[in-house]
């Protein structure tokens, strides 16, 4: 047999693959009927009828009409069975919750507590941590190492509320990006509340005018925090590295404190 031979059968071969689904089977008409069908032809070795099958497609809607006036069509069960399945899980579900609430009346209450014990212990130890090590990274600041001159731009009064206070506003560059703070400056204690509050804003936009220059000492890491004149003490550097920390902890342990305290009161009730 030449080469030529060998492609012509092999070709023939693949036409005849290819055409096979197009052979005469009768298809069942439901889903459970092709599935049933198709392990059968499995069970029987009879791949080649399984493969067919798989072309097969349950029967429309209006196919389905048309059987039963005909009196050849057999229900479905498929959706009976998803609809008994559905109903099981919903029943599942059902019983998970109530053996929810049956766990958080009585002892439930207790484990409960427990739980939130922990997560409040957990949230005291992160706390702790990360505010050893924010304060062990910034102990550096106080041998003042890193700083730089900023300038003074504006002085102000500020009227909030009750709080009334000067506040001193200036910029400064650090590896050539700009920061900008402010400060406080005492004005009453200095003048006196005899003065008025223009004319004490006065002096001090005298004694600091716009480009009047301040030392800056900053955080070498995040040079948003910096501190005027002089390095910061340890003290300072303790403030910088709780107080964010502290907000985030009060945040977390103040809502497991509010739940705790509602299941105790609901246990009681």
């Not at 055409?19 to 069908?37: G, Q, R």
């Not at 130890?125 to 090590?133: A, D």
């Not at 509320?161 to 400060?183: K, W």
């Not at 103040?254 to 509602?262: A, G, K, M, R, S």
Request: proline share 3%.
């Amino acid at each position: 047999m030449s080469f030529a031979d060998i492609k012509r059968a092999l070709f023939v071969g693949l036409l005849f693959w290819l055409s096979t689904p197009t052979f005469a089977v009768d298809c069942p008409a439901t889903t459970d009927e092709i599935l049933a069908a198709q392990e059968q032809a499995i069970a029987d070795g009879d791949f080649l009828r399984s493969r067919v099958l798989t072309n097969c497609r349950p029967q429309s809607i209006h196919e389905k009409a048309l059987a039963e006036q005909v009196d050849l069509y057999v229900p479905d069960t498929t959706t009976r069975r998803l609809d008994g399945e559905t109903e099981n899980t919903d029943q599942g579900v059902a019983v998970l919750l109530a053996n929810t609430f049956e766990l958080l009346e009585g002892k439930g209450v207790a484990l409960f507590s427990d739980v939130i014990l922990l997560l409040e212990v957990i949230a005291v130890f992160v706390f702790l941590w990360t505010s050893i090590n924010r304060y062990n990274r910034r102990l550096v600041a106080t041998l003042g190492s890193h700083f730089t001159e900023g300038e003074v731009s504006r002085v102000d009064f500020v009227h909030a509320g009750e709080s009334r206070y000067f506040l001193g506003s200036f910029g400064y560059a650090v590896r050539g990006i700009d920061y900008y703070g402010g400060f406080n400056v005492s004005g009453f204690s200095e003048y006196g509340f005899l003065m008025s509050t223009d004319g004490i804003l006065e002096k001090l936009r005298k004694k600091y005018p716009a480009g009047y220059k301040v030392r800056v000492f900053y955080y070498k890491d995040d040079p948003t925090e910096h501190w005027l004149h002089k390095a910061p003490t340890k003290w300072a550097i303790f403030w910088k590295a709780v107080i964010k920390p502290l907000i985030v902890l009060v945040i977390v342990l103040v809502p497991l404190e509010f739940v705790d305290l509602l299941m105790t009161l609901s246990s009681k009730g």
